[in-house]
């Protein structure tokens, strides 16, 4: 007998995951089903990868190569071995998986490559308003092809899987850039560390939620949060930044876009 209390952990759930019941896994399957069958229409394969991939695949994404534990969720697999074993994480999208089964089936794959993928993906980052560590996401990606067919066909098939979706007229917007232009921004100001230019392109990602006055802070020295959160910024050069806010508020521009 013992008189300690028994334990009686509280109910709760993580922070940035959710639970769903019926009515929003209906609507879920069922949107994925219909624009599955445009993906199909349009002779692109599903694929299915693993939840996890080893952290070399991901690529810079991870800043942490010893510990790569910042912005996913990561382990170590211990491979049954008393040696220290390689560190693999949950994907954090569709697209770095891709590259790894393309790149190890290349020469049995046909060229191009089309293929489509949904599930859940995760990222270990601080959850907020409409923004959630556990999501889903429904991709198709042409690989093996650098013609501008290619590019034309995924928008037209992503303009048919929204409406196919339930989404109609002026209720979705699809905007169309390229990193080839914010490349030659980077080499017209003599930025060259890959980096550098991989933690700009992230705060140019952001440019929707935070505005220009957030974006031009990541593209400095960082910014603080209303939670008091600090993210380091790319540190680009001021002559670089005021072409990027250039391009940005040019692409918003009635007529320039």
Request: overall charge negative; some cysteine.
């Amino acid at each position: 007998m013992t008189d300690e209390a028994p334990i009686r952990p509280e109910a709760r759930s993580p922070r940035g995951f959710a639970d769903r019941r019926g009515r929003d896994l209906t609507a879920e399957r069922r949107i994925v089903a219909r624009v599955s069958e445009v993906y199909e229409r349009w002779g692109f394969e599903a694929l299915e990868t693993p939840a996890f991939e080893y952290a070399d695949a991901l690529g810079k994404f991870l800043p942490d190569a010893d510990r790569p534990n910042e912005g996913v969720f990561a382990l170590q697999d211990d491979a049954g071995s008393d040696e220290p074993g390689e560190w693999m994480a949950l994907r954090y999208d569709h697209t770095a998986p891709l590259a790894r089964f393309a790149a190890q089936n290349w020469e049995t794959l046909p060229k191009p490559f089309r293929r489509y993928a949904y599930g859940p993906v995760w990222r270990n980052e601080k959850p907020g308003p409409g923004r959630f560590r556990e999501f889903w996401q429904c991709d198709a990606d042409t690989v093996g092809s650098d013609r501008p067919e290619a590019d034309a066909e995924i928008i037209a098939m992503g303009c048919e899987g929204l409406r196919a979706a339930g989404l109609g007229g002026g209720q979705s917007v699809i905007r169309v850039s390229n990193r080839k232009l914010f490349d030659g921004l980077f080499d017209a100001g003599g930025v060259t560390d890959s980096v550098q230019r991989l933690t700009a392109l992230r705060a140019v990602d952001k440019y929707d939620r935070l505005g220009l006055e957030g974006v031009r802070a990541l593209l400095g020295e960082g910014r603080l949060d209303e939670s008091g959160d600090y993210t380091k910024g790319a540190r680009l050069p001021a002559a670089v930044i005021g072409a990027v806010e250039a391009f940005l508020v040019s692409a918003e521009t009635p007529g320039l876009s």
